[in-house]
């Protein structure tokens, strides 16, 4: 009913004894605190106020909703100071979204420190592509998501959502060992004419990710297989099904039959955590960013050997 400004003008004028000596408390000009009184005048349908020789003072109904909203903003200030603590503390739960392949290997190290150095967070971990993911942190579903950017695709980011870059990787070529390019160590894209390829669930972001590349090098995207996860991909692939990309920080372990290969022009994508801007100092966001920042110190593999 009582707005906290109005009430805040009310107790700084019970307090300093005139309206000027509260505006100056209040850091706002003498009309402004005469403004607040009276539309607080209005809402409780009363004189709060009343003239006293050169000045005012409270009326029997002015001092009653002066103790009220001395209490208010009482209570006012302990939920903010509550609220300031639950920034500083990295309690309760913490909702993380991320794509498969850092799920495989950086979700593991990363959660496994949260859990040891704050024992108090509730984690929980969803698998979801970016189109997935990010609407949700978003919505406030999530509190945090791992996602990847191509270089050739990049993946545009809301600008409610704060970022932090955590470390870049490449897709290399997988091919079927006894193919005629699998001897070299590096191929032009282009070269690949002669095998389908094996790509994520059609409709996906690394499909079309896929489709893109392809047709940049003129090369008609025939995807024979849409499979998720890359381990699966690599086994198709060994079966001599046909041709994939794969990231490095997805291609551990490598079956048998298949020949890893870098490509020319190189692919190169970079993994992102993201949460609602403003959020990144909160305890659970803030101790999930650092803990993920530390664990990619380890992934950095743009430059890592191919093998």
């Known amino acids: ?172 070529l997988a091919l079927p060992a006894g193919h005629r390019l699998a001897h070299r160590k590096t191929v032009d894209l282009s070269e690949v004419d002669d095998l389908p390829w094996i790509g994520w669930s059609l409709g996906s972001g690394c499909y079309e990710w896929l489709v893109q590349v392809l047709r940049k090098q003129r090369l008609e995207p025939r995807i024979s297989c849409t499979v998720g996860g890359y381990p699966t991909q690599l086994a198709l692939v060994a079966g001599n099904v046909g041709a994939a990309l794969v990231p490095r920080l997805a291609r551990e372990p490598q079956p048998e039959g298949v020949r890893i290969l870098a490509t020319r022009p190189a692919l190169t994508r970079t993994i992102y955590a993201i949460c609602r801007a403003g959020e990144e100092d909160h305890g659970a966001v803030r101790a999930c960013l650092d803990t993920l920042r530390a664990a990619s110190a380890r992934f950095e593999s743009v430059g890592r050997p191919v093998g």
């Open 1 to 172: 009913m009582f707005g906290i400004e109005r009430m805040r003008a009310l107790h700084a004028v019970a307090t300093q004894g005139s309206v000027a000596a509260a505006a100056a408390s209040l850091h706002v000009t003498p009309s402004g605190v005469s403004q607040q009184l009276a539309k607080l005048e209005r809402e409780a349908g009363q004189r709060l106020l009343e003239p006293r020789g050169r000045g005012i003072r409270l009326t029997k109904a002015g001092q009653v909703l002066a103790g009220h909203a001395e209490r208010i903003l009482a209570q006012v200030a302990e939920a903010k100071a509550d609220l300031e603590l639950l920034r500083e503390d990295v309690i309760g739960p913490l909702r993380v979204g991320a794509i498969p392949t850092t799920v495989h290997a950086l979700l593991p190290p990363a959660l496994a420190t949260l859990a040891a150095q704050h024992p108090r967070l509730a984690v929980t971990l969803h698998e979801g592509e970016a189109e997935q993911t990010m609407p949700r942190v978003l919505a406030g579903d999530l509190d945090v998501a791992v996602l990847e950017s191509w270089e050739d695709r990049p993946t545009v980011l809301p600008p409610a959502t704060t970022r932090i870059a955590l470390f870049s990787d490449v897709a290399d």
